[in-house]
């Protein structure tokens, strides 16, 4: 997981996010998650490299409450596969 704060303003940092990118997906670890994402020129730099994205421009933290029916729903339709399997 990597912080987009300075970016893409900052060449530094967009170097380095370039240079980590590259060698994390050399490593074939899996998707690489860019997090504080916060504005629109931040995900669009990310986008460039095929980084996944989190942040507030995506949305807001919430309580757990507000994700209990997707749990829920996730925990139903995880039971009806192995009950169907």
Same mark, same amino acid.
């Given at each position: ?8 303003? /900052? ?6 996010? &370039?240079?980590?990118? +590259?060698? =994390?997906?050399?490593?074939?670890? *899996?998707? /690489? ?6 504005? &629109?020129?931040?995900? +669009?730099? =990310?986008?460039?490299?095929?980084? *996944? ?8 933290? &919430? ?23």
């Amino acid at each position: 997981m990597q912080h987009a704060s300075g970016l893409p303003a /900052d060449p530094n940092s967009a170097t380095m996010m &370039e240079k980590l990118d +590259a060698a =994390l997906n050399n490593m074939s670890h *899996g998707p /690489d998650i860019a997090e504080g994402v916060e504005t &629109e020129q931040q995900r +669009a730099f =990310l986008a460039k490299t095929g980084c *996944g994205i989190q942040g507030y421009l995506i949305g807001r933290p &919430e309580p757990i409450a507000h994700y209990q029916h997707l749990v829920t729903a996730m925990a139903a339709t995880r039971e009806d596969a192995v009950i169907a399997g």
